[in-house]
């Protein structure tokens, strides 16, 4: 765009020239009437363009309207003749990019709580390779209510009883001040957690009271000295708010993950600043990697101080999956110390809200499924898992989605950019840029005043209770009583043009203390990326052992491990 026109912008937003070319028509035929006597359209036509323009400025029902007056509409005319039109558009109903229209459209009914029936059955090829669907019951249940929910930190002094649908995480600062008030008075009302991302607890967090997940993450905004480090007496203020339920460390997100940020200092408003405990104007720093914490046993340790500091809050930690040998340093630590966290949350990297580099939006981190297999697995094998929460993030919007990820061994699932259509959000893809249409993901006082938080809570609050209603009659419909008792063998998918599979027959599942007994040599490595990768993995580092081409050690713990976890044997 040339300089000109973005000054111009600056000083006359473009978005408002067609409603003031209305007036300038009407005013331009009002002088033509009264000195020769002609004009009386143009009067009638400008005025009415005006008036059409004043009055999407100031409802409060749709953003688009009231940041784009007039022009606007010819997003909903063309939704409106879409199926007559439809081979002139580029995007077909079913290309996601990154969600589908018909995605985006089942959000937006849900939120508005508008029918979302198909007529006529599905418009979705059932017999393309991936398809999958869920196994039905001659036997279904009839449940009472919808609102699942599972118990968080069960051994904590303060667990938490949480839904299986949540905000994930979003922070104020790449969202709106209007776009988070309406985000967590949606939670408040519909009793789910919403998630603060790593910007910390704001003013429009706390003002609406919904159960928040305080995201920690390596710049340590909210609980911070002036030179960037963790401070304990910054995080005690906040953590034993009420309104904060989990403390969540963030080690990487599926956006860009292993990636730091920084948020320029013209960005950084007195808001902003308050929230992170940062200062006004100054570049607001998230590093690439932590600083409390090193290794996997110092991560351990950093999360069992933190619990200890919020009064035995629940206290977990959040990750995209990348090197195998990081994880499995991770579980190594747990067993030496015979610690855990109260949740884990994998994080996809087909998930994120925020601008990121191409390279790391499209070939960095593992997507949500092969990462939640491999978390999920691991614990399983270690004896683990039922002392552990799996949180799921990465391109979560329907009910089937989260029936999926929790097959896959989820206990729940988060959604943002769901969430964010509940907002309103239409995709446009601006959100780096502050010139969001409909005020989501902008600071800009102007346009984000086009989302009123009392209408867009009441959608925040129908999206999630519409969703779960959904997943209920799928629950229903396979003969459960619970999301969490859907397993891989409920799901089925085509691999091809005649054969299909259960997921539970497609991946690999490890057996309850599998992993256990082939680290002590009782049983083969049964699947290779353990035989390859955790003999590599280190408690005491990132680092992997250095692999000269022989087979290092298959284990660096000891007997101690076994007493901590109540094992029988060894596992040295």
């Known amino acids: 765009m040339p300089a000109w ?213 390596s710049g340590y905004f909210g609980c911070r000295d002036a030179q960037g480090r963790f401070s304990e007496e910054a995080f005690v203020r906040n953590a034993n708010e009420p309104q904060v339920k989990l403390i969540e460390v963030k080690l990487s997100q599926g956006a860009k993950p292993g990636h730091g940020g920084v948020l320029p200092g013209p960005k950084v408003t007195q808001e902003i600043a308050e929230a992170r405990g940062v200062a006004v104007g100054q570049d607001c720093v998230s590093p690439a990697a932590h600083t409390a914490f090193s290794t996997p046993l110092e991560l351990i340790d950093f999360m069992a101080r933190l619990r200890r500091l919020s009064n035995g809050k629940p206290v977990g930690f959040k990750f995209c999956v990348g090197h195998p040998w990081e994880w499995f340093g991770i579980c190594k630590a747990m067993l030496e110390t015979g610690q855990t966290p109260d949740f884990i949350v994998v994080d996809g990297a087909e998930g994120g809200t925020g601008a990121a580099p191409v390279e790391f939006a499209d070939h960095m981190g593992a997507p949500l499924q092969e990462g939640l297999l491999l978390v999920h697995n691991t614990l399983v094998g270690l004896g683990l898992r039922d002392r552990i929460r799996l949180g799921a993030s990465g391109k979560i919007v329907s009910a089937f989605d989260i029936a999926r990820a929790i097959a896959l061994g989820a206990d729940w699932c988060n959604s943002a950019r769901g969430f964010m259509f509940a907002l309103g959000c239409i995709q446009a893809q601006h959100c780096h840029t502050g010139a969001c249409p409909t005020g989501v993901a902008t600071q800009d006082p102007v346009r984000q005043r086009a989302l009123v938080v009392s209408d867009k809570t009441e959608r925040v609050y129908r999206f999630h209770d519409n969703t779960l209603h959904a997943l209920k009659e799928l629950v229903q419909a396979a003969g459960l009583k619970h999301p969490g008792e859907l397993s891989a063998r409920h799901i089925v998918r085509r691999i091809g043009n005649d054969e299909v599979r259960l997921l539970q027959d497609q991946f690999d599942f490890l057996q309850p203390g599998e992993l256990l007994a082939a680290i002590r040599g009782e049983t083969p490595w049964s699947h290779e990326v353990y035989r390859r990768y955790w003999p590599l993995a280190r408690a005491n580092s990132f680092q992997p052992l250095r692999d000269d081409g022989g087979e290092p050690p298959l284990v660096q713990t000891g007997g101690a491990v076994s007493a901590k976890l109540g094992l029988a044997e060894s596992l040295s």
């Open 5 to 217: 026109l973005i000054a111009l912008d600056r000083h006359l937003p473009i978005r408002y020239l067609t409603m003031l070319s209305f007036c300038t028509l009407a005013m331009a035929g009002a002088v033509a009437w009264a000195v020769w006597g002609v004009g009386a359209w143009a009067v009638a036509l400008g005025a009415a363009g005006f008036a059409l323009g004043v009055r999407d400025m100031a409802q409060s029902k749709r953003a688009v309207l009231r940041n784009y007056p007039v022009i606007g509409h010819m997003r909903y005319l063309l939704e409106f003749i879409r199926p007559e039109i439809r081979q002139y558009f580029i995007e077909s109903d079913h290309e996601a990019a990154p969600f589908s229209r018909e995605q985006r459209s089942m959000v937006y009914q849900r939120a508005k709580g508008e029918p979302d029936k198909r007529p006529f059955g599905t418009q979705v090829d059932v017999h393309r390779e991936g398809y999958e669907w869920i196994n039905h019951s001659l036997a279904p249940t009839t449940l009472d209510s919808h609102d699942f929910r599972i118990t968080i930190g069960g051994a904590c002094a303060q667990p938490y009883s949480a839904s299986v649908f949540n905000i994930s995480a979003m922070s104020f600062g790449a969202l709106s001040a209007n776009a988070i008030r309406a985000l967590n008075a949606g939670a408040k009302k519909g009793g789910f957690m919403h998630d603060t991302g790593e910007g910390s607890i704001s003013q429009h967090h706390r003002a609406p009271g919904g159960d928040l997940v305080w995201e920690i993450g």
